[in-house]
T-cell receptor, first 115, second 113 residues
C-alpha cells in the first residue's frame, strides 16, 4: 500500500530564509508524487508533480522538489521564503485503486513565515 | 479556461438529514474525484468517477454515493448525516489520459449539528 509521511506538522522560518518541508513515501511501484498548497478556507492548489521524468521538479511560486529513490523522499524547498508562502502544504502519492487513480495525502505541514 | 467549481460553498445540516454537493469539472476533464478533509487532517479519498461510472472507492460507507453526468459534472450525496461528516468536501478533476494529476475546486464546508 502506498503512504506518505510528512515530518513536522508545523515549520516556522524567517522571511528570506530557506524553506524545507519534508516528505517520505512508501510505494510498491514507481510513484507519482505531488505537492499541494492550501491557503485558509480554500481548496488545494497544485504546486508541482513528479511523474518519472526529471528527478528535480520545478513548480510554481519558486518551489522545487527532488525525487530521491534511495531515500524514498520528495522534499519541498524554496530558497527564500516570502510572507505569502504561509499556508498548509500537503505531499501526496498517486496510485491505482483497481480502476482509477486516487491520491493518498500526508497529514500536512503548516508553514509560518515570520518577519 | 474555467477551473473546478463547487456548490454550495457552505452548508449546515442536522444529524440524520441528507445532503447533495455539486461539482463542475475543469474544461476537457472527464474524471472527477471526491475527497473529505476533516479539520486539521489531510484529504481522504471517497470515490472517483470516469465516464459516468464509479472508478474506485475509498473506505467510506455506502451512505456516501455519487453520480457523474454526461457533461462530466458530478454530485456527492450523503445520507443519514452524522456529526463526524462535518468536513471540507473537495472535488478534483483530471483529464482521462493523465488521471494521476488532479486539480481541486475550492470545496464545500459542511457542518452537521
Amino acid at each position: 500500500a502506498q503512504s506518505v509521511t510528512q515530518l513536522g506538522s508545523h515549520v516556522s522560518v524567517s522571511e528570506g530564509a530557506l524553506v524545507l518541508l519534508r516528505c517520505n513515501y512508501s510505494s510498491s511501484v514507481p510513484p507519482y508524487l505531488f505537492w499541494y498548497v492550501q491557503y485558509p478556507n480554500q481548496g488545494l492548489q497544485l504546486l508541482l508533480k513528479y511523474t518519472s521524468a526529471a528527478t528535480l521538479v520545478k513548480g510554481i511560486n519558486g518551489f522545487e522538489a527532488e525525487f530521491k529513490k534511495s531515500e524514498t523522499s520528495f522534499h519541498l524547498t524554496k530558497p527564500s521564503a516570502h510572507m505569502s508562502d504561509a499556508a498548509e502544504y500537503f505531499c501526496a502519492v498517486s496510485h491505482f485503486t483497481g480502476g482509477g487513480n486516487k491520491l493518498t495525502f500526508g497529514t500536512g505541514t503548516q508553514l509560518k513565515v515570520e518577519l | 479556461e474555467t477551473g473546478v467549481t463547487q456548490s454550495p460553498t457552505h452548508l449546515i445540516k442536522t444529524r440524520g438529514q441528507q445532503v447533495t454537493l455539486r461539482c463542475s469539472s475543469q474544461s476537457g476533464h472527464n474524471t472527477v474525484s471526491w475527497y473529505q478533509q476533516a479539520l486539521g487532517q489531510g484529504p481522504q479519498f471517497i470515490f472517483q468517477y470516469y465516464r459516468e461510472e464509479e472508478n474506485g472507492r475509498g473506505n467510506f460507507p455506502p451512505r456516501f454515493s455519487g453520480l457523474q453526468f454526461p457533461n462530466y459534472s458530478s454530485e456527492l450525496n450523503v445520507n443519514a448525516l452524522e456529526l463526524d461528516d462535518s468536513a471540507l468536501y473537495l472535488c478534483a478533476s483530471s483529464p482521462g489520459d493523465k488521471q494521476e494529476t488532479q486539480y481541486f475546486g475550492p470545496g464545500t464546508r459542511l457542518l452537521v449539528l
